[in-house]
């Protein structure tokens, strides 16, 4: 598998946390992990292998740093390059928001020539919008770790399993 770029958003710290934790189940010291408000242009493209994590904010809306990257971003030569998400989310309280900044990023990096991979079922969450789905299924991995806590370490070792057959 090439090596691997993680780039994520935070609000409160969440994201970054769950970042780590998905770098540890990849047991791969090689991985580079970006807090995006440090990431360039150009680091997007030097990785084959591209993860992105975010929150969701304010009925929909990306954290600080990601909306400000995001329209820098509509460009990228990303073709042959394949991009997993994972966002964070409450769904109790933003059910018709839920997670909506994977599909924000997911429409971005996909219009750069990316192929997104990583879906996941919606089996297990209760909501009734967002903008991370298509064909019913996630766009990426959707954490909740404000009401489904305990669900966290298994989706995340269960989508790292995941990945590691989609790269390349
Ligand atoms: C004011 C506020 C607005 C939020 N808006 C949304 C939302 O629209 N959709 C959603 O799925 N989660 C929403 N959330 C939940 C956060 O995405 C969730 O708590 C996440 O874990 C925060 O991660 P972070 O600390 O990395 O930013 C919101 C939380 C707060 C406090």
């Keep these: ?46 990785y084959d292998n591209i993860i992105l994590g975010t929150s969701t904010w304010f009925d929909g809306e990306l954290p600080t740093y990601w909306d400000e990257i995001l329209p820098d971003l509509d460009d990228l030569k990303l073709k042959g390059k394949k991009v997993a998400i994972f966002g964070l989310g409450n769904q109790v309280d933003y059910p018709e928001n839920f997670v909506d900044g994977i599909g924000l990023l997911a429409e971005t990096f996909e219009a750069g020539g990316a192929t997104i991979v990583g879906l996941t079922s919606t089996e ?45």
């Design 124 to 168: 297990g969450y209760t909501f009734e919008k967002s903008k991370a789905l298509r064909d019913g299924k996630f766009l990426g991995l959707a954490i909740d770790i404000d009401t489904q806590a305990d669900k966290t370490d298994k989706r995340i070792s269960d989508w790292v399993a995941q990945l590691k057959k989609e790269f390349n």
């Design 1 to 46: 598998m090439k090596k691997i770029g993680l780039f994520y958003g935070t609000s409160t710290v969440k994201t970054a946390e769950i970042a780590k934790k998905i770098q540890a189940a990849f047991g791969d010291t090689t991985m580079g992990v970006v807090a995006i408000e440090e990431a360039w242009r150009k680091d997007f493209e030097g």
